[in-house]
DNA sequence: AAACCGCCTTCACGTAAGTTACGTCAATTA
DNA sequence: TAATTGACGTAACTTACGTGAAGGCGGTTT
């Protein structure tokens, strides 16, 4: 179902876009949103910073719609950060249902310190063309044991990870399918404002109702059925792979929607 | 619903069943179930240890069934870990509507790093009487600046859990509800087992339906008929608050179990 | 231009799960 | 002994959701 190539190599000095830039303009603009995420866990000094920069820019790649970049029972030696693109962490049983756990937005990582456990538990696919970055595990930790507030941040990643997933779990547990597409569609929403994918209250929707299926713990036809329902409520336009939010307050309401968890304003 | 009383303070010196004890014998296997599952995590120092077993001693505390001990929106400032009893953790919807999104067992703590984040996005109930030990923030902090493995154990438990919100995703998304039921009770069986809380394949089941109900995202009286099904079809037997499994391979059969997930079997 | 493909949409139908209501049983308490 | 309670069990009915097949539609290939 999932391709499983090797993502390729790609070369700092170029853009999404394949334009040829200085590196020291392209680079910064290019990891910005991991640093920007980090900084609102925990602030970060500037040579922390600056150091997970250097590390970042080293180990930039590549990876197409479609593909994995780690698989379930791969052995886990680095940490990845998303630099570009939507991702998903998904599970899938053995005659093949499939469901996606969660979503991977810029700026965000695979769980840090994943390289304790011995294998992945499940696998992280691109969902759109994106650019990550791969941190060896060693020097990750030189990083983080260089630097308390940074260590926290990557803490504090893994446990905003945590409280995400507790919210699918009721999501998929105790809502109804059209409190439960409204509710990722807010929880989507809010993920990609702090990283400025939003605006007003539209983004883009790059990816197809067979993955928001997965997502939600539905079929297609009943994604399908939903989306025409929140549709018809007035509530979203959802078009030309863009979605916009007519009524974000309404939503909310509808998709017993509260915040909290995303923990989107902490401040040490 | 669930009251959200202080719980009362222990004192190290009674067992659960209330006799006096000498305290040099009493306290070390009332701690013993955090140790021993740290300690397969990641292989502990006897220094390690001692210190934690310390710390332990002097936060014992104990809940009663039904009883927070901490509720959402909370402030956390301690690390909480399992002596004995079943817990769980739940996030309820404003109409009612609860999840349990996880079950705590001895020898396991709430995340351990949760004071980071602001305040709780879950609560966490007993389900049964229950003992447990909280370590401020600051004591907590001190251990495990002083030893690195221990550090590197309470990361693992959290990433552990983590695996384990991840298998609930998939499990109230895309098991039905005899599948969904079965698995649930192949990873009952195989947490307590490593605390020796298993004999054979049986266990007590303290727990009502309700809860077993709110766990797999199910009505009681689906939650009900399910058990019957899984009576009927010979692989289990539930009775009088025990759960025997009969057929523990071939109940991992119908539930897609892979206990991979779990962990259970890490060495460094 | 034709053929194709991925994705969305809609139909008709079947099944899984929720709801309501009531019955049973064992353990308390009066 | 009877009343009470809480957990478990059963049934009839309703609804939400899944399945499979078919058509539409814009974009890409040949």
Redesign the interface.
Known sequence: MHDHHAPQQAGVSYTGGGQLMPLSTLDRSQVDPVIRRLNVLRPLSMEARTSLEYAMLEGIQRAGAGEDLISE?DPVDSVRLVLSGWLC?Y?T???G???I??FLFPGESC?A??F????M??SIAAMTPVVYTEIKRARFEGLVAADRALA?AF??E??????I??????N????VAFERVAHLFCEIIERLRPVGMVEGNSCVMPVTQMDLADA??LSVVHLNRTVQELRASGLIVLRDRTLTITDLDALKDAA?FSP??L?LY?RA
Not at 116 to 119: D, K, M, R, T, Y
Not at 158 to 163: E, I, K, S
Not at 165 to 170: H, K, N, P, T, V
């Open positions: 029972g962490r599970k049983l053995e005659d249902r499939r469901q756990v969660n769980d310190h994943a304790l456990l011995s294998v538990d499940h926290e803490w504090c893994t446990l905003v990870n945590n409280a997933q507790r919210e699918w779990a009721i998929l547990g105790r809502r939600t713990g017993l909290s968890y923990q902490r």
